[in-house]
């Protein structure tokens, strides 16, 4: 069985401050996805980015940047020079692809950046 | 391009009352997805379509709650009765079944309050 791990709850920043928003997986499989969703208080989830099991590149865009580690099974998300705009509940989630990609999400962070 | 709609919005309604949810996919999407998410947690998987069929819906209590997309399109999502444990936001999300990995499209949710 898969299970994603959020232990962050709620996290309180101050505008133009780094925050990071961590993620741990537990999966016996060998194929399969990580994702990180935004929802805002529109309610709506927004796809942040995917990566597969098999590339460990860390990724950057824009003032967002992921580090994607196996050995800790971790998949952690940094916003950089934090905005308001950036206030809502993000969740990572897995898929695993001998389960028809079915998503598994974390319990979410709520993250509120103050001016 | 139209994202995934959803309605109603919100729902109040009184226990042991039916409650229908409607979700029309982004178009040319042939899989779609019931999740349901409690407060302060994460969404889960209630029912996933291929077209018209239903591939996984073993997830769904079934004794109240039902599903169908008959034209492969659009789906309904039934709750009959409805009980206090009930109260969530139901999202449908949609995604090409072909290049599926797990990305989905969502929409904004129908919240239903259960009193």
């Known amino acids: 069985a898969q299970k994603v791990t959020q232990a962050q709850t709620e996290i309180s920043v101050v505008e133009k401050e780094d925050v990071t928003l961590d993620c741990v997986y537990e999966t016996r499989d060998t194929t399969y996805y990580l994702f990180w969703y935004k929802q805002p208080p529109s309610g709506e989830l927004v796809f942040l980015i995917r990566?597969?099991?098999?590339?460990?590149q860390n990724e950057i865009s824009g003032r967002y940047s992921w580090n994607f580690q196996k050995s800790t099974s971790s998949f952690n998300f940094t916003i950089t020079a934090s905005q308001v705009v950036d206030s809502a509940v993000y969740f990572c989630?897995?898929?695993?692809?001998?389960?028809?990609?079915?998503?598994?999400f974390g319990g979410g962070t709520r993250v509120l950046v103050k001016p | 391009e139209a994202g995934v709609v959803q309605s109603p919005r919100y729902k109040i309604i009184e226990k042991k009352q039916p409650v229908a949810f409607w979700c029309n996919p982004i178009?040319?999407?042939?899989?779609l997805y019931w999740y349901r998410q409690n407060l302060g947690q994460g969404p889960e998987l209630l029912i996933r379509?291929?077209?018209?069929?239903?591939?996984?819906d073993s997830q769904l209590p079934k004794d109240r709650f039902s599903a169908e997309r008959l034209k492969g399109v659009d789906s309904t999502l039934k709750i009959q009765p409805a009980e206090l444990g009930d109260s969530a936001v139901y999202l449908c999300a949609s995604n090409h079944g072909i290049t599926n990995t797990g990305e989905l499209f969502f929409g904004e949710g129908s919240r239903l309050t259960v009193l």
């Open positions: 990566r597969n099991s098999f590339d460990e």
């Open positions: 178009s040319g999407h042939n899989t």
């Open positions: 379509y291929e077209n018209e069929e239903a591939v996984d």
């Open positions: 989630a897995l898929s695993i692809k001998a389960a028809g990609n079915k998503l598994t």
